[in-house]
Each structure stands twice: as C-alpha cells, then as structure tokens.
C-alpha cells in the first residue's frame, strides 16, 4: 500500500479529537491574534515537533498536558469555527468520506462562551468545511461528538447538550482524560440519562487502564463503542498464557501476531462479549506507542484482533500530537503488520456500520461511496 493509494482510498474516521488536530501554522496564527504568548515554540515546524516529542511521554497523562495551548487558542468563535472548518478539509484531502469528530465544550468556556455558543460556532465550521471540500472534489460529511471530562462534573449537562442538538450535527456523547481513578461509572446519571433518550455514545476505555474499565463502560454504562479499548487483549490467552505477558516474551519477533496460529488462542468471558456483541473498538494505533498502551506498529494489538474479527476500527486520535492522519496510520500497518487494501476496506466499513448517524445514511455510504471506491482502487473482492 502507497501512501497515494492509501489516501485515494476512502476512510472512515471515528475517534478524532478537534483540540488534538490542528495545524501547527493555524495555532501559531491564533496565538498572535488573541495574544496567548506561553506557546512552547514560536515557528510551526518547531511547534509541530514540540507537540510529538512532548506527546511521546509514554504517559496519558503527560500526552493530555499538550492539550493546555491548543485549548488556549480556541476559546473564541471565530477560531473554534477556523480550527473546524480546516479538520474538515484536511480530513477531505486525506480522503476521509465520514467522519466523527470529537471536542468538550466545557473546555472552551474560559473567554465568556456559552456551552451553546461553543456548538454552534462548531458546527459552523464543520458545514464551512464540508462546502469547501466539496468545491475541492473530496466530498465529506462530519458529525460532532461532544464530549465531557472524566476528572470534572459536568458529563450531565454535556449529555443533555448532545440530545438538544442531536439533529443539528451532533451524533453522540463521549467521555475522555485521564483513565486511571476516574472510572466511567462516575457518570452513570449520565449515560443513563443519553440510555433513556435513545441517543449514542462511547466511552474512552481500555487505553491507560485495563479490563475494569472497559467492562463498566460496557456493562454498568451500556456504552455502543469503545474509545481505545486497545486492553481487551488483556482478556486473552495465548497457549495458555495471558496475552500481554505472551506477546512481552515475544517482543523480538515482529512477525509474532502475523504469524500467531489462532488455534492457540482463547478468549475471556468480557473479550468474548465484546466480540459476540459486535461491540466497535475504536482503535488508535500511534497515539497508543506514545501513551505506552502497545509496544510497537508491528506488535499493536489492532493486528491480532483484526484477526479475530472483533469489530475493529482505524482511527488517528490526534493528528497533531502524534503528527498522523488516517492514511498514515494505514500505511504503518501496511508496512509493519501486512496490512493490505482488504483490510482498510474493512476496516473503513466496520467504522461506517458502526458510526452514530441513521442506519440508512451508513447504508447508503457503504453502499454509494466506499464499496464503488475501492472498485476503483481494483479491488475485487
Ligand atoms: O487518547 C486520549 N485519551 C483520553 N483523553 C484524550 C485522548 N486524547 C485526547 N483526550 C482528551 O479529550 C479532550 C477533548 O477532546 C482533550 O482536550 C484531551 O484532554
Ligand atoms: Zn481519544
């Protein structure tokens, strides 16, 4: 797979944070214009870099103090409908063809915005974008996910917002910061809140802490995707052996999940749920080398539960932190775990029967814009 091919094929993309996708040069400029003057580094190629190597922690929670100069550059209007309107038509460029984008309105609050306000300006940059990747020949469509902030107390208020604008751009609800101490059944209320207005969400989980986490989401909040949940393979034994400590003994091959005979393998009662319920992982392969949730590309549990047939999903999480887009994330694959065009078709459609707008509307895009794409591309499957 070249990167051209990879990015002429269309993609599906779930788990995107806005606050984590901006290009380096628009938070330079927005810093020069609402006078914020505490960026790590003045020039956009430097700031690019500055964002990797400091996102490269090996910590979430290090990886989510990056976040402190984005936020602050997009507290007003104009620039959360700019930073929109351009992850829209980078993600176009990149051929992405539906897209979910995530952000938490409580963090843009601090020049005098409103939670409403914040939505809406947006939106608005989401339709601007749409229009103008449309002119440029890359048709899109984006939703938002809004998010609330697993440390703080607002998950309520932010779920009522998604239900209000449900059918004004907001597919669904999400909740995202640092894992460990903060488990999700924190915000029962207001997941079963969402649960009784018959509304969509996800749940970071499974990425900076392992099977509890994932199983709350799922069983005590009744979450329809998994953020991550990179840490089901934590629920799997490999000749007998849990999966983490089998694949450490093994860290050296890095053929070792391309050529694991998956007669070997036995899954856990939750990981076998999860698989049975078709449950969509929202998988993030380069953001986790960072955050220390896999050991390598060529070793990330994404391989071994492509095989399995979870229902797995590629996603970049942040571009800018971890200097990525979807097509690169496919290439990596591609390069490092035999990953082949097939595979991204897969994947690109798990993603699409698994988005949060109307059954019809992911028909008609499997049907209308991915499968006759890869026909394209030559595949013939
Ligand atoms: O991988 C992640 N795990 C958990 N939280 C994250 C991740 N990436 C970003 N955010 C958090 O989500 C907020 C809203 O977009 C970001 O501000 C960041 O704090
Ligand atoms: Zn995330």
């Known amino acids: 797979m070249t990167p051209e091919l990879a990015r002429r094929a269309p993609k599906v993309l779930l788990h995107d944070h806005l606050?984590?996708?901006?290009?380096?040069?628009?938070?330079?400029?927005?810093?020069?214009?609402?006078?914020?003057?505490?960026?790590?580094?003045?020039?956009?190629?430097?700031?690019?870099?500055w964002f990797q190597e400091s996102a490269d922690s090996g910590s979430l929670v290090r990886y989510l103090e990056t976040f402190a100069h984005t936020l602050a550059v997009m507290q007003t209007k104009e620039s959360l409908r700019r930073v929109a309107r351009e992850s829209v038509q980078d993600l176009a460029a990149d051929g992405v063809v539906y897209a979910e984008s995530r952000y938490a309105p409580e963090q843009h609050l601090e020049a005098g915005l409103t939670l409403e306000e914040v939505v809406e300006a947006v939106n608005a940059g989401f339709r601007e974008g749409e229009a103008l990747a449309a002119e440029a020949g890359h048709p899109i469509r984006v939703t938002a996910l809004v998010t609330a902030m697993r440390h703080a107390a607002k998950s309520t208020e932010i779920a009522r917002?998604?239900?209000?604008?449900?059918?004004?751009?907001?597919?669904?609800?999400?909740?995202?910061?640092?894992?460990?101490?903060?488990?999700?059944?924190?915000?029962?209320?207001?997941?079963?809140?969402l649960r009784r207005e018959n509304a969509h969400f996800t749940i970071h989980a499974g990425e900076a802490f392992g099977l509890p986490s994932i199983w709350e989401a799922i069983q005590w909040c009744g979450a329809d995707r998994l953020g991550h949940g990179v840490r089901i393979v934590d629920d799997v034994l490999v000749a007998g052996r849990p999966f983490p400590e089998w694949l450490e003994s093994n860290r050296h091959d890095e053929r070792a999940?391309?050529?694991?005979?998956?007669?070997?393998v036995k899954l856990g009662r939750l990981a076998a749920y999860v698989r049975d319920m078709r449950i969509p992982l929202e998988m993030c392969p380069s953001s986790n080398l960072q955050t220390s949730a896999a050991l390598s590309i060529a070793l990330h549990p994404i391989t071994l539960l492509k095989r399995l047939r979870f229902r797995v999903t590629l996603n970049t999480d942040n571009r800018l932190m971890s200097n990525t887009s979807m097509s690169k994330e496919a290439v990596l694959l591609a390069e490092q775990a035999e990953w082949d065009l097939t595979d991204l078709r897969w994947v690109t459609i798990n993603a699409m029967k698994s988005a949060f707008i109307p059954f019809d509307e992911r028909l008609a895009t499997i049907e209308g814009v991915i499968k006759p794409g890869y026909r394209q591309l030559g595949y013939m499957g």
């Open 161 to 193: 917002l998604a239900v209000r604008y449900r059918d004004e751009g907001v597919s669904g609800f999400d909740i995202a910061g640092a894992e460990a101490g903060f488990p999700p059944t924190r915000h029962l209320d207001a997941f079963e809140y």
């Open 257 to 264: 999940l391309v050529d694991l005979d998956l007669a070997d």
């Open 19 to 49: 606050d984590g996708g901006l290009r380096p040069q628009t938070v330079v400029e927005l810093a020069e214009a609402v006078g914020y003057d505490a960026l790590p580094e003045a020039e956009a190629g430097q700031l690019a870099r």
